[in-house]
């Protein structure tokens, strides 16, 4: 992600999805997400469009907490 509208585009459509109930990003490439329940980076990565130019990659939680996952958007 590069500006500020790459951040809304990302957003919006995390945002839409019925497990997601957070999602903070971060340029220029770090999300935060926080889920209602466990979503795969698979469907993420569906919900942003799997013909999209971003990438979602899972990176390691250090604080262990189940519900949010940190997310790598390229």
Known sequence: ????????????????????????????????ITLHKHVSVDELQKTIGTDSKYRIIEMPNLENMQSIKSMSIK
């Open 1 to 32: 992600m590069t500006c500020s509208g790459c951040i809304a585009f990302i957003k919006n459509k995390l945002s839409a999805h019925p497990d997601i109930m957070n999602a903070e990003l971060v340029l220029p490439y770090t999300a935060s």
